[in-house]
């Protein structure tokens, strides 16, 4: 079966670095995803990584990918107040209509 | 582009009341979802629409209808709402591309039912 899961809070100090871990079931998934979600709003998509891949980076964002291990995590460099959020790991499944398959996310504190 | 818009952004029901939330998407996309987030348990799929005419069951779909009044327009229906509906309700249609697909989330709807 399909399961995505993550830890469910995560508390750093501003400027620290900042690793959201993820595991997920499906091995056929092509893409993963990491989503945020900022208070009150709906998801937005951060950054994806493509399964061949074992690393991507963008500006402040590294996500890691470990297939053997289907482990996925997202580092955030240097975090920032307003990185503050949830932010949800998510695989791609076919059996409806390509829907995302999301963990239960990430609460992330960043203190001042 | 307004994206994916919903309408209520609030609504307080009584147990039994029934209502309709409206979803619409201005970026021409096929695919639909309505989902629900509950707090520790991530999103949950209600019901989808793969393309305009069509819809199928997701994960939870007990107690909720939909329509694809378009292939702007989605929308979900609780006829007789329980308290086990409270919940955030989140519209959310797809791009497909060549490559990665991305879904687009709109702002959600905070239903309590008491």
């Known amino acids: 079966g399909e399961d995505v899961e993550q830890s469910l809070f995560l508390s750093v100090r501003e400027g620290d670095s900042s690793v959201i871990n993820c595991t997920y079931t499906d091995s056929s998934s092509t893409y993963l995803y990491w989503y945020k979600q900022e208070p009150g709003a709906g998801l937005q ?13 963008d500006q402040r964002l590294t996500v890691l990918l ?33 829907k995302l398959v999301f963990g239960a996310g990430t609460i992330l504190r960043v203190k001042s | 582009n ?25 970026m021409n996309h096929n695919s639909m979802y309505w989902y629900r987030q509950d707090p520790g348990m991530g999103l949950r799929l209600i019901y989808y629409s793969a ?24 929308s979900l229906r609780l006829e007789s709402a329980a308290p086990s509906q ?28 008491l």
């Open chain 2, 51 to 74: 393309s305009e005419g069509t819809t199928d069951k997701g994960e939870v779909p007990n107690g909720y209808n939909v329509s694809r009044l378009n292939k702007r327009e989605f």
């Open chain 1, 45 to 57: 998509l951060l950054t994806y990584i493509f399964s061949n891949m074992d690393m991507k980076q």
């Open chain 2, 2 to 26: 307004a994206g994916v818009t919903q309408t209520p952004k609030f609504q307080v029901l009584k147990t039994g009341q029934s209502m309709t939330l409206q979803c619409a998407q201005d």
């Open chain 1, 66 to 98: 470990n297939k053997k291990d289907k482990h996925l995590s997202l580092r955030i460099a240097d975090t920032q107040t307003g990185d503050s959020a949830i932010y949800f790991c998510a695989e791609t499944n076919r059996e409806y209509g390509n």
């Open chain 2, 86 to 113: 409270t919940s955030v309700y989140f519209c959310a249609s797809i791009r497909v591309g060549l490559d990665y697909n991305e879904q687009f989330f709109g702002p959600g709807t905070r239903l309590t039912v």
